[in-house]
């Protein structure tokens, strides 16, 4: 099919085989391929008939631009034909980034533990660092354990304290475990203080953290914390069990240790 308007020469439209035009006031579109389509002049007789082309811009014009001249039209429609088939593409090919700090977290896994590179605790350190200065809870606790073990960075139970603080403040689970200990066994400048203990264990088990599960079911148990609840003991063991951890007897004193990677 061509089109025959403003007296210009036919122009082969670019998209799909339809046509394409100058424009002028006698503008009229001749589809002999297509007989059941009627013929429609368009508005003020300066515009393509090529509607298929500004349907497949979601309803924008891009055949429908005001021409001058053939070249012009070829040029109006091809141009914005082009912008179509790159939308195409970059939404075809687009996909989701990780954050910026999430990706931080597993590059200084990798050196920490050796994956794919030298295992190197100061990289790993430094790597955790900065994705905790975006306030990432993830790295916030990675950190704090490097310097509670003196791993990549020397040993500092103030920024323990610190970081572990910030992770359990914004919702961490893990984080918010670790200060129940804290708060249990008085430790890193935390005063022991069973209700504090027993109130951050229980917001972490909420979220389904398994370890404080269990921590829960024990301060229910022998009431530390908290009112001894044997039905409560019972449900939060049964919880914790289910996530593969058993009932203990020495929840309260077990010390934690992180061994190196």
């Not at 109006?76 to 990706?103: D, F, I, K, M, Y």
């Not at 914004?170 to 804290?182: C, D, H, R, T």
Request: aromatic share 8%; proline share 7%.
């Amino acid at each position: 099919p061509a089109c025959a308007g403003g007296g210009g020469e036919p122009v082969p439209c670019r998209h799909r085989g339809l046509p394409e035009c100058a424009g002028g006031p006698d503008h009229r579109a001749v589809i002999a391929a297509q007989p059941d389509r009627r013929e429609k002049p368009p508005p003020g007789g300066r515009e393509c008939a090529a509607e298929e082309c500004g349907g497949a811009l979601g309803g924008a014009a891009a055949c429908l631009t005001p021409a001058s001249s053939p070249r012009q039209a070829r040029l109006n429609c091809g141009a914005q034909l082009h912008r179509l088939e790159q939308v195409r593409v970059e939404a075809a090919h687009r996909q989701p980034l990780r954050p910026p700090a999430q990706a931080q977290v597993l590059l200084a896994r990798c050196y920490e533990n050796g994956l794919g590179v030298a295992q190197d605790m100061d990289t790993a350190a430094k790597w955790f660092r900065i994705a905790a200065d975006q306030n990432y809870a993830e790295a916030q606790v990675q950190l704090a354990y490097l310097y509670e073990l003196g791993a990549g960075v020397p040993k500092n139970d103030t920024a323990v304290a610190d970081l572990m603080g910030r992770a359990a403040t914004a919702g961490n689970a893990e984080a918010q475990f670790n200060i129940a200990l804290y708060f249990s066994q008085g430790r890193y400048g935390f005063a022991k203080n069973p209700e504090q203990a027993f109130a951050w264990a229980k917001r972490s088990a909420d979220q389904g953290f398994a370890q404080a599960q269990r921590f829960v079911g024990a301060c229910y148990e022998f009431g530390v914390g908290v009112g001894e609840n044997p039905s409560e003991a019972a449900a939060w063991y049964s919880k914790a069990a289910a996530q593969g951890l058993e009932k203990e007897g020495s929840v309260f004193n077990t010390e934690r240790v992180y061994t190196m990677p």
